[in-house]
């Protein structure tokens, strides 16, 4: 895959994230915040003591704003919560129902997934309806290689190296037109080659195909990702291959995978998991740990890191993910405690 663009705003160079590779250099990051001498580097101890003065999350974000004040809220969450997650466990710690409803059954069972060839079509209230080919997903637009963290309603994490191009691009191509007030996303339907689909019991009770929604103003926000490739490498297949929505301020449902079409709407679209059971998923789902899910709590997260899922270490849950300032005014005016 040829990344030939870095977002604008993420301060990652390329030695920070190989094919292979899982972790960042925190020292050099310390080192350029000025937090150690031009001849020593602290050590691994010391660097996590460098916020150990702070009580709160928002006061680490609000320190790290003021010592790197061209930076993006990326690096800050990196520097607070630690290195990527190891590839291997992104590409087999999956919820993937159309494959199977345990972590393992995506990455056994989707690998004979045929992504190309493949469409993605954008319609609805569009001036120029598209539709895309696998190669079109690749090359339309520059890609670039965004690190966000990733949370999943279930109360796990990880940290994860996207490849792929801003949602607003491909709908700005599309030309929205002006009575447009959401997009909704569909996840290809082909039960021969996802099992989950054959049956709702098999399939986690989900009545395919999967289905997801947007306000606008939320898929324009620059965050707003579609990913075809991680690691520097195109999708896994129990990753959404080819490709899939990154919304990176919400739970991780919202983040529809193997999407076949994109449709630009004047009405709130259908959620998969909000029909399921709307009392436990609202159509939101923007992650905030003062709602708690019906049957645990939001308030932290497990970072899933090397090791096993019981070596996974225990973090503080961020509002919108740690992503607040970026998007919390989309929402001006709106009770995200009742409509969550």
């Known amino acids: ?34 937090f150690v001498g031009a001849g020593a580097l602290l050590s691994s101890q010391a660097n996590a003591g460098v916020f150990d003065f ?15 004040p061209h930076a993006k809220q990326t690096l800050y969450d990196h520097l607070l919560y630690g290195d990527l997650t190891p590839e291997d466990k992104v590409i087999s710690h999956n919820n993937f129902y159309e ?32 539709t895309l080919d696998y190669d079109d997903l690749l090359s339309m ?11 999943c309603v279930e109360a796990w994490s990880m940290v994860i190296p996207w490849v792929g191009f801003s ?35 098999s399939g986690g009770g989900i009545n395919y195909p999967y289905v997801e929604g947007l306000t606008l103003a939320e898929a324009m926000t620059d965050l707003t990702f579609m990913s075809v490739g991680l ?11 080819p490709v899939r929505l ?14 076949v079409r994109i449709t630009v709407t004047n009405k709130q679209p259908r959620s998969s998991w909000n029909l399921l059971a709307p009392n436990e998923y609202g159509f939101y ?19 899933i890191a090397e090791g096993g899922l019981f070596s996974a270490k225990r973090i503080p849950t961020l509002p919108f993910n740690g992503y607040g300032d970026l998007v919390a005014g989309l929402y001006d005016g709106i009770n995200l405690k009742t409509n969550f």
Not at 54 to 68: D, N, P, V
């Open 246 to 259: 990154v919304v990176p301020w919400k739970y991780g449902f919202k983040s529809i995978k193997s999407v």
């Open 99 to 130: 494959f199977g409803t345990s972590k393992t059954d995506p990455v056994d069972n989707a690998q004979s997934l045929q992504v190309n060839p493949w469409q993605l079509v954008i319609d609805g209230e569009v001036d120029t309806p598209l």
């Open 1 to 34: 895959m040829n990344i030939i663009k870095k977002a604008t705003w993420n301060k990652f160079k390329d030695c920070d994230v190989t094919p292979e590779g899982v972790y960042h250099d925190r020292r050099r990051i310390l080192k350029q915040m000025g």
């Open 167 to 201: 949602l607003a691009s491909l709908l700005k191509k599309a030309g929205v037109k002006s009575n447009a007030t959401h997009v909704a996303f569909e996840t290809l339907f082909d039960p021969e080659q996802m099992p989950g689909q054959k049956n709702r019991y």
């Open 285 to 303: 789902a923007n992650v905030n740990p003062d709602v708690d899910h019906p049957r645990w709590s939001q308030a932290s997260e497990r970072r």
């Open 54 to 68: 702070f009580t709160s999350e928002e006061q680490k974000i609000a320190f790290l704003r003021g010592a790197l």
């Open 231 to 241: 690691y520097g490498k195109t999708l896994p297949p129990q990753n959404g291959a």
């Open 141 to 151: 637009f520059a890609l670039e290689e965004r690190i966000y963290n990733f949370r």
